[in-house]
T-cell receptor, first 114, second 111 residues
Framework: AQSVTQLGSHVSVSEGALVLLRCNYS??????LFWYVQYPNQGLQLLLK??????LVKGINGFEAEFKKSETSFHLTKPSAHMSDAAEYFC????????????FGRGTSLIVHP | NAGVTQTPKFRILKIGQSMTLQCTQDMNHNYMYWYRQDPGMGLKLIYY???????DKGEVPNGYNVSRSTTEDFPLRLELAAPSQTSVYFCASGDSTDTQYFGPGTRLTVL
């Protein structure tokens, strides 16, 4: 069984500040890990993913995430927030080579203040 | 490459009416999914398919039906609409690394 916990339903930052969105997962087998972003009135789109190899993963729009197996975490960061980063962010986990059914977290709404 | 397309974008139904939400993908993905999204509740999986002719229930299948006669199409049928089915519905397709590609969504209101 797999599960995802996103800490904080809302995160508020000032423009130019560090963005940190937290994601912890549980999985009985090696995981695939994902971050998706959803802008208002749109579908979700992939920001970045970890499948195998390098544990620091870079994505679109300057975001990156690090897979830490010992901490069962996959936190999303961006050094400097931009107003256009305001959106809903979802972390997801699936079992590598497994069921093809990712489990999504409840989402974190990122608010960026000028 | 259109990706995943959904129709309609918006729909208002009366209680007891039926409708089909259409979903088409052009990426030749075997895996397809239907989710509903309610405010603050994340995504809930309704049905999924691992290939043409194969479908299975997700977390919240009651009140819905699906079919998968081709790789490209995965329609979702609502029978006897209820106010509890007011939601935003997303179709997605998935590749071999479980990456999902989402459509733009259908916003459904049942009155």
């Amino acid at each position: 069984a797999q599960s995802v916990t996103q800490l904080g339903s809302h995160v508020s930052v000032s423009e130019g500040a560090l963005v940190l969105l937290r994601c912890n997962y549980s999985s009985s087998v090696p995981p695939y890990l994902f971050w998706y972003v959803q802008y208002p009135n749109q579908g979700l789109q992939l920001l970045l993913k970890y499948t195998t190899g390098a544990t620091l993963v870079k994505g679109i729009n300057g975001f990156e995430a690090e897979f830490k197996k010992s901490e069962t975490s996959f936190h999303l960061t961006k050094p400097s927030a931009h107003m256009s980063d305001a959106a809903e962010y979802f972390c997801a986990v699936s079992e590598a080579g497994g069921s093809y059914i990712p489990t999504f977290g409840r989402g974190t709404s990122l608010i960026v203040h000028p | 490459n259109a990706g995943v397309t959904q129709t309609p974008k918006f729909r208002i139904l009366k209680i007891g009416q039926s409708m089909t939400l259409q979903c088409t993908q052009d990426m030749n993905h075997n895996y397809m999914y239907w989710y509903r999204q309610d405010p603050g509740m994340g995504l809930k999986l309704i049905y999924y398919s691992v290939g043409a002719g194969i479908t299975d229930k997700g977390e919240v299948p009651n009140g819905y039906n699906v079919s998968r006669s081709t790789t490209e199409d995965f329609p979702l049928r609502l029978e006897l609409a209820a106010p509890s089915q007011t939601s935003v519905y997303f179709c997605a397709s998935g590749d071999s690394t479980d990456t999902q590609y989402f459509g733009p969504g259908t916003r459904l209101t049942v009155l």
